[in-house]
């Protein structure tokens, strides 16, 4: 799996727009861009993946810019209850569905009020 | 929407007792995987397994963990004589037969060893 760099930590406030950006510069052709959600004390949830351009879904959108050496996650409008740890995974789509995650240190959001 | 769950939610054990931690998958998923995650640290693969096998597992996953799918349900992972790093959130996934399926966490077991 490519290695990711992604915040450590973010902070905002509700209502706005929140953009988690990570770097993996040495993503491979056949690799996606997934990333996955998770609250204190609950299993990490799948958001949202990707592979190239622009992918929404209604939680999330996944920008992911020609080079494919970054790509961001953004929460539209964001709620106290999207306060999480946020990770950022690259893989290739035949592996990962199927073998190990890695998961990395992730950005924790803390969302204000 | 299907969820994986996990029994029990919370368990405390003394070091070297045996404990089984038990997971049901989605139904009609193939893989099954084991993950731990240490207090404040990062999510861990332990193991994964499929058609009744282990596929792959860590180096943490050593002698004295195993895990089995003793019915057509329900997926467990035993550890044998605990201690007291082994003291985590154990979480179970499933994943489908397609190659973008994701893999599904369940809401994880809280294992204390004292």
């Known amino acids: 799996l490519a290695k990711t760099t992604q915040p450590i930590s973010m902070d905002s406030y509700e209502g706005q727009e929140v953009n988690i950006t990570c770097s993996h510069n040495n993503i491979a052709t056949n690799d996606y861009i997934t990333w996955y959600q998770q609250f204190p004390s609950q299993g990490p949830r799948f958001i949202i993946q990707?592979?190239?351009t622009k992918v929404t879904n209604e939680v999330a959108s996944l920008f992911i810019p020609a080079d494919r050496k970054s790509s961001t996650l953004s929460l539209p409008r964001v709620s106290l209850s999207d306060t999480a740890v946020y990770y950022c995974?690259?893989?290739?789509?035949?592996?990962?569905?199927?073998?190990?995650?890695?998961f990395g240190s992730g950005t924790r959001l803390q969302v204000q009020p | 929407e299907p969820e994986v769950t996990q029994t029990p939610s919370h368990q405390v054990t003394q070091m070297g007792q045996e404990v089984i931690l038990r997971c049901v998958p989605i139904s009609n998923h193939l893989y099954f995987y084991w993950y731990r995650q240490i207090l404040g640290q990062k999510v861990e693969f332990l193991v994964s397994f499929y058609n009744n096998e282990i596929s792959e597992k860590s180096e943490i996953f050593d002698d004295q963990f195993s895990v089995e799918r003793p019915d057509g349900s329900n997926f467990t992972l035993k550890i044998r004589s605990t201690k007291l790093e082994d003291s985590a959130m154990y979480f179970c996934?499933?994943?489908?037969?397609?190659?973008?399926?994701?893999?599904?966490f369940g809401p994880g077991t809280r294992l204390l060893v004292l």
């Open positions: 990707g592979y190239k």
């Open positions: 996934a499933s994943t489908g037969r397609g190659y973008q399926e994701t893999q599904y």
């Open positions: 995974l690259v893989g290739d789509i035949r592996d990962t569905g199927r073998r190990a995650l890695t």
